[in-house]
């Protein structure tokens, strides 16, 4: 090489140096821009910046940059426009009030109603505990109840079609506003949030709730700092003060790469191997040793390569990360099956036999019926669950595709299904305590949670019913069967469906009335409740042999029961136990609401589950089959 290219080399190479080096330093956010003030918010700094400052500054979003108007700092959304409170920088949280609200004007409105899709859900996060709905609603007639206060009209009066020049006006707060409970004549004008930071001293008097909606509501922006999480594939949450970013998934698996990937590479490194023990043996110990060594140390190699395969689920079991499933081939299948000898049970799609690893552990692995029109069960089932890892969701250990043959190979769980134990017939099954009942909805609500929120993508399971929840050596419940799951953008809210998926008994109505509503998580959130309501009740919802007609339909009798003020009566159960049930089925009838919005999120449902706080009574959660077909000109023959 010349002196001048070596030159040239060198001057090219130190010029990209200079370059990333003054790159980064123009990226750095921080660095260049100072705060500003505007009013009482004295910092202004990253992510936010003020209007007119350098384009550079804050988060590279319009929502970041805040205005100043007569010392007021304001904060422009694309509907409305709130006053900024305050920015806490160590919570990542930032207040806002409603403009048209007046500190101590008991008459005065909030202009903008509080809607959460309003926001982008990208960057700005709405906890459910840090904010509280308040309602302002308006009636034709007086209403006498207590979480109903009287206001000044916050409405449009344009919106009122009366020809009586009086209208009544209240103010109402709560989790879960009650549209069912309201009067006919009554309309809601507008839904604003307040902080439940600060809880609301006096909800039933006017001057606590403006107090508190004075105060304002709070969100987060933790988000912008999710950025490298997000990169790297991560779930990123906010954790107390810290933003934390965990990998429960295991994204590096590309679909294409199942089917070929692995097998190549198994079968070139064995291939391998007995080709240079066949060579050196040839060469080397024809004269030495004779054939029947080589053909021992040929088997001995192959074994322990076979074993090494093994070995390595092991540490995958352990390790829980980065470990793709492991391709099988159809004869370790049957080898590791003894030759499909105990059949453990039978699905929909296929039938479930028990297995042993070289290794040591149990799996239970269910090989696909023929029956099967195409693989997208099978794909859809290794897609899903070989990408995920959660303590209530069975792990997948490996994976067998030969021809028309396909296998799944899954952690062996030796106390069966749940169904087993929601009715147990006399001297089969143990029954569970309802302790226990209670810790395993409690284990299912956050598997199911953790499918729709845990990864990237959001993973709608469609068939949540108490055959595919399995339970370990210690009762630990894990979802299974992934065969009519679907994988989502965690941002699309309503999917596409070409055939209604699911079990009868278990599937939401939305499914089938496409007028309730477009399907959602929220389809996987009412199979939830059927099953929380089966083992809240320990009996099939539906049982034509109940001892009475109005007990055939089991969450219908208990919401009556409930709803005309009645106990739930458990024989055998101490108080304790009682209240643990009632809350089972509160929980329940919360899920099996008809409209897909009146159900709540599956982390609403944990929450519920596990907090203390008495549970408001659900409004009544189902029409007649023959009300819904009427409502919606559709024609049932029942
Ligand atoms: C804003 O506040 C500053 C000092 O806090 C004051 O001097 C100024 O007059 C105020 N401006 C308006 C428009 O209120
Ligand atoms: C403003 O807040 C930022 C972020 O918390 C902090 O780094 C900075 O020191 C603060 N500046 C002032 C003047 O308080
Ligand atoms: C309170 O607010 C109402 C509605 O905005 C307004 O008409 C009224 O004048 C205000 N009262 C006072 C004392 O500011
Ligand atoms: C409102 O209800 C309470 C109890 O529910 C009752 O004592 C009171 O008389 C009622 N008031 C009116 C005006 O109906
Ligand atoms: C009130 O409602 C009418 C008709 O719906 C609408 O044209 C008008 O803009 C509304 N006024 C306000 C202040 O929202
Ligand atoms: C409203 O007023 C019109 C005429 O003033 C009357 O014909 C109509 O019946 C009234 N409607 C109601 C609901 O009172």
Redesign the pocket.
């Known amino acids: 090489m010349s002196t001048t290219r070596i030159q040239f080399l060198i001057s090219t190479i130190s010029i990209l140096l200079l370059c990333t080096t003054t790159c980064k330093a123009q990226n750095n956010p921080?660095s260049l821009c100072s705060?500003s003030s505007c009013g009482n918010i004295?910092?202004i700094?990253?992510p936010f910046r003020l209007k007119g400052g350098p384009k550079t500054c804050g988060y590279p979003n319009s929502n970041f940059e805040l205005d100043c108007q007569n010392n007021q700092t304001i904060f422009n959304l694309k509907s409305a426009k709130y006053f900024v409170e305050a920015i806490d920088?160590?919570k990542f949280s930032i207040r806002f009030v409603d403009p048209g609200l007046e500190k101590g004007n008991l008459s005065s409105c909030p202009v903008y109603s509080v809607d959460y899709d309003d926001w982008p859900s990208t960057i700005f996060n709405m906890f459910f505990d840090w904010n509280i709905p308040v309602a302002f609603i308006h009636c034709l007639a007086p209403i006498n109840s207590s979480i109903y206060v009287k206001s000044a009209f916050c409405g449009n009066r344009s919106n009122i079609f009366s020809n009586s020049s009086e209208i009544y006006s209240y103010v109402t707060v709560g989790q879960y506003i009650h549209l069912s409970d309201l009067e006919d004549s009554c309309t809601v004008d507008r839904v604003f949030q307040a902080s439940s930071h600060r809880t609301m001293r006096d909800s039933s008097s006017l001057s606590g709730i403006y107090e508190s909606l004075a105060y304002g509501f709070e969100l987060s922006w933790f988000r912008v700092l999710c950025g490298e999480c997000k990169k790297s594939n991560g779930f990123c949450s906010l954790e107390g003060n810290q933003v934390s970013c965990k990998h429960y998934c295991r994204e590096d698996i590309p679909l294409s790469q199942l089917g070929f990937g692995c097998q190549f590479e198994y079968w070139g490194t064995i291939i391998g191997v007995f080709a240079a023990i066949i060579i050196a043996a040839i060469i080397g110990l024809k004269f030495l040793c004779g054939f029947p060594f080589l053909v021992g140390l040929v088997v001995y190699k192959w074994r322990r390569r076979h074993l090494s395969v093994d070995e390595s689920i092991e540490d995958f079991l352990q390790s829980q990360n980065n470990l793709m499933p492991i391709k099988y081939s159809y004869s370790e299948i049957k080898k590791m099956t003894n030759n499909f000898k105990e059949k453990l049970g039978e699905g929909a799609y296929g039938t479930v036999f028990k297995g042993k690893l070289r290794s040591g552990p149990y799996v239970a692995v269910k090989l696909m019926g023929k029956s099967m029109a195409n693989d997208q069960e099978f794909i859809s089932e290794v897609g899903t669950i070989g990408r995920i890892h959660h303590i209530n969701v069975v792990q997948l250990i490996g994976f067998c595709v030969e021809g028309s043959k396909c296998a799944l190979v899954y952690d062996f769980m030796p106390k069966g299904s749940l169904d087993k134990y929601i009715c147990p017939q006399e001297g089969r099954a143990l029954s569970l305590s309802y302790e226990k009942m209670f810790e395993i909805s409690l284990g299912v609500a956050s598997g199911v949670d953790y499918l729709h929120r845990g990864c990237d993508m959001q993973i709608l399971h469609f068939d949540i019913k108490p055959h595919n929840i399995l339970l370990d050596e210690n009762f630990n419940p894990k979802i299974s069967d992934f065969g009519l799951a679907k994988l989502y953008p965690t941002n699309d809210s309503i999917v596409s469906l070409t055939a209604a998926r699911g079990t009868m008994g278990y599937m939401a109505p939305e499914m089938f009335y496409k007028n309730i509503g477009g399907v959602s998580y929220k389809a996987d959130v009412y199979s939830f409740g059927m099953l929380l309501m089966e083992m809240a009740g320990r009996r099939k919802n539906m049982n034509p042999f109940a001892d009475s007609v109005s007990q055939i339909y089991f969450p219908s009798w208990v919401y009556e029961q409930l709803h005309a003020g009645k106990d739930v009566e458990i024989k055998d159960a101490v108080e304790k136990e009682k209240k643990m049930v009632k809350k089972m089925i509160m929980v329940a009838l919360w899920c099996i609401q008809m409209k897909p919005s009146d159900r709540p999120s599956m982390n609403k449902v944990v929450e519920m589950l596990e907090g203390d706080s008495e549970l408001q009574m659900p409004p009544k959660p189902f029409v007649a089959p023959r009300e819904i077909a009427e409502d919606h000109g559709i024609n049932v023959a029942l």
């Open positions: 921080v705060s004295r910092n700094s990253y920088y160590s």
